[in-house]
């Protein structure tokens, strides 16, 4: 009776414990830190906040990337090494979810050396994550939360360098009923805060245009079977299918409509815009969809070259996803902030909390020429960059949309 | 709403049914004989897609079987026919196999333990199998090559039915009456049903309680790792975590039907498909979750051993 009690407990415990290491773990990932010259340097770590291995992994790690090469070059420079300061980079996986995004917050703050986060990706695990930074003064610049509450909590240390759903959502509606000239729109969502917030912008601009908003639904954003949601949409006739939510379940809608034999386009927000869309929904279904990213593309920016070919040399073979750039331009706002931080009071001083409060001060008088356009936050911490594009998928790509 | 629409919900009802039915027959054919819920065969039938898919990738790749064989896989319908049978054999029989590997590391070590040791120990099993993907294959969702093609075999007004649709519900019946059959007439459907009325009795009475045990644990999941290639042509994508959803609406099809009766599983999967379905075309999208879980809430109210099961009288 006793054995067979204590191999119960046993049991659970070893269960409890596998579930505790699947599903909170942050992986450390430390990059830079090749202390060449600079023997006393003092450490200054960067959180690098997104979906890595649950989510939309394709973009998470695209963040990931961006943010690692602005801290390796950071490391590089000259003005850094004579500050005494060098940067670190740890990695926090959130998974696409609130709880993990909160567990993966907690650790970053609980780093004194950590200062600021470049993170995350979904608003869903922005906005609760930014309360636990906000208690540390820990400074958080989101490459991609669109959705517009993110900033509009009083928080001083929240900052975003994308345009958010508010702007984003109208202007996917202005170009689908002025530039498309589509009439009528059936609107989906995924249910998760960005998608929602989308989804509404996007209806609500439309029908102000003059459109028919002829249905509006929500899913699940794991959800696979959108049949019965397809015969619906069929049975209206829309000229535009819209979906807030990410590629994931994004191309699966696209897929099951066109196998419906559903002639309308899909057309979305940023979280589409990704080759992984037109890979799941396969060349035939995703051919002519249509989406809205922030800013402008890469290589129509003056610094995008310098960016790519910077990229290309330090991931080969790996593509540039829809935050990579953004995320690069992140971590240089966190970068810029702790230098001038560092040049003020000391290197040592960066990570007090003294230090800590004057770069959330820095952060939010940032004006730079970033790879995405010139950065600047407005009092709420959102950018002043306020550029959509419109792209489509053509042969297989997501290109910019040319009338 | 026209009639054309309900029809047509029909069908999606029935499609998704059908691949619910295919799993619940594991819960339920596993619940029958060891009275206990394998959490990790949702599992099953995430391993299913992705043997599937592999097995796919491999047999249409020109540099490991050879241009000409590909050609005879894709080149006509009878190719197209060798090409899922044995698409299908293999994910079943590997992911029978790893369903009877499961039983015998994870469960077979607890068959004395208190009920709920082994209902943990799958809950473990389901989290590591689907982080071991995670972690070794993709995190991501992998397209499933559309080599089969998908024909309108029915078109009328607004109803259409393809040949993927027709192909489920086929296979789900005929596996089910081969089942049913294997069951009832079968002389080691005869020990499973001993086994299932009393395991102890069952063992003193010479059927070899493991090799019986086993076969459920290989049956099962083997169902189950069939629906997982169906999904994956059907929505064209494997991930990871594919099986969770499924799998907790097919628990909730066997379930209703009754679980540990095999009929049951099946009538539940259809139930709930086509009753999703409807609540998402007539009601809302979001509200087709809440219909299947409130169906699960009202036949356990008024039926509690489900519509097909046998009400249980509680010995003394």
Request: proline letters at 3%; aromatic letters at 8%; a neutral charge.
């Amino acid at each position: 009776m006793t054995s067979k009690r204590r191999r119960f407990v046993a049991l659970v415990a070893v269960v409890a414990a596998l579930a505790l290491v699947v599903t909170g773990c942050a992986s450390k990932t430390d990059t830079g830190g090749t202390d060449g010259g600079a023997k006393e340097a003092t450490v200054v770590k960067i959180g690098i906040g997104a979906p890595l291995t649950q989510g939309a992994v394709a973009l998470g790690k695209g963040m990931e990337r961006g943010a690692n090469l602005a801290i390796s070059q950071a490391n590089e420079d000259a003005a850094v090494k004579d500050l005494g300061i060098t940067f670190e980079s740890v990695s926090g996986d959130d998974q696409g979810d609130p709880k993990t995004g909160v567990t993966v917050a907690n650790q970053f703050v609980s780093d004194s050396k950590l200062v600021g986060v470049m993170g995350h990706l979904n608003s869903g695990v922005s906005i609760p994550a930014s309360k636990v930074y906000n208690q540390s003064s820990v400074v958080m610049v989101s490459p991609a939360s669109t959705n517009p509450s993110l900033t509009q909590n009083g928080l001083d240390n929240v900052f975003r360098v994308c345009t958010i759903d508010s702007v984003q959502g109208p202007s996917g509606a202005d170009s689908a009923f002025k530039d498309l000239g589509f009439t009528s729109a059936f609107v989906v969502d995924d249910s998760t805060p960005y998608g929602t917030g989308l989804a509404d912008e996007f209806a609500k601009q439309f029908a102000a245009d003059g459109g028919k908003v002829v249905g509006r639904e929500k899913t699940g954003d794991k959800d696979s079977d959108f049949n019965a949601l397809v015969t619906k949409i069929k049975s209206l006739n829309p000229a535009v299918v819209y979906y807030g939510g990410i590629y994931n379940s994004g191309a699966l809608l696209s897929k099951q409509l066109s196998d419906a034999g559903v002639t309308a386009p899909l057309m979305g927000g940023d979280g589409l815009y990704d080759g992984e869309y037109i890979k799941l929904a396969g060349d035939a279904a995703a051919e002519g969809d249509f989406c809205t990213s922030v800013g402008y593309p890469i290589d129509q920016l003056p610094k995008g070259a310098d960016f790519k070919a910077a990229f290309e040399a330090a991931y080969p073979g790996e593509a540039i996803a829809a935050y990579d750039a953004y995320s690069y331009d992140a971590a240089n706002v966190i970068i810029e902030a702790v230098k001038k931080v560092a040049a003020d009071l000391g290197a040592a001083k960066v990570t007090t909390l003294e230090g800590k409060k004057a770069i959330i001060a820095a952060v939010a008088a940032t004006n730079m020429e970033g790879v995405t356009g010139a950065v600047a936050f407005d009092a709420n911490g959102d950018t002043t960059n306020k550029v959509i594009t419109l792209y489509t998928v053509k042969a297989g790509a997501w290109t910019a949309y040319v009338k | 709403m026209s009639g054309d629409v309900i029809v047509q919900q029909l069908v999606n009802g029935i499609t998704l049914g059908g691949l619910y039915a295919l799993i619940a027959l594991g819960y339920t054919l596993v619940y029958g004989i060891m009275l206990m819920i394998n959490f990790a065969h949702s599992e099953m039938f995430m391993a299913g897609g992705y043997v599937g898919l592999f097995v796919l990738k491999a047999l249409t790749n020109e540099a490991w079987v050879g241009a000409g064989t590909v050609g005879f896989f894709t080149g006509g319908v009878f190719g197209l026919i060798v090409l899922f049978l044995i698409v299908f054999l293999s994910a079943a029989i590997l992911v029978g196999i790893l369903g009877v590997v499961i039983e015998r590391f994870a469960y077979r070590p607890l068959r004395h333990a208190p009920r709920l040791a082994p209902l943990i120990s799958a809950i473990g099993v389901s989290i590591f199998l689907q982080n071991a993907v995670l972690l070794w294959v993709d995190s991501k969702a992998l397209p499933f090559p559309a080599v089969m093609p998908v024909v309108t075999v029915f078109k009328a007004g607004g109803v259409t039915v393809n040949s993927l649709q027709i192909l489920i519900l086929v296979t789900t019946l005929l596996l089910l009456a081969f089942l049913d059959t294997f069951v009832s007439k079968t002389r080691i459907g005869k020990a499973m049903r001993a086994t299932s009325q009393d395991r102890d009795a069952a063992g003193l009475m010479g059927i070899d309680i493991n090799q019986v045990i086993g076969l459920a644990f290989f049956i099962g999941p083997a169902l189950g790792g069939i629906a997982g290639v169906f999904h994956g042509m059907y929505y064209g994508s494997v991930k990871f975590d594919m099986g969770f959803l499924p799998g907790m609406k097919s628990f909730t099809a066997a379930v209703i039907g009754g679980i540990g009766n095999l009929r049951g599983a099946m009538l539940g999967g259809f139930v709930l498909g086509i009753l999703e379905s409807l609540a998402a075309g007539f009601l809302s999208a979001g509200y087709k979750d809440v219909v299947a879980f409130a169906i699960l809430i009202l036949v356990l109210i008024f039926r509690p051993g489900g519509l097909l099961g046998e009400s249980v009288v509680e010995k003394v």
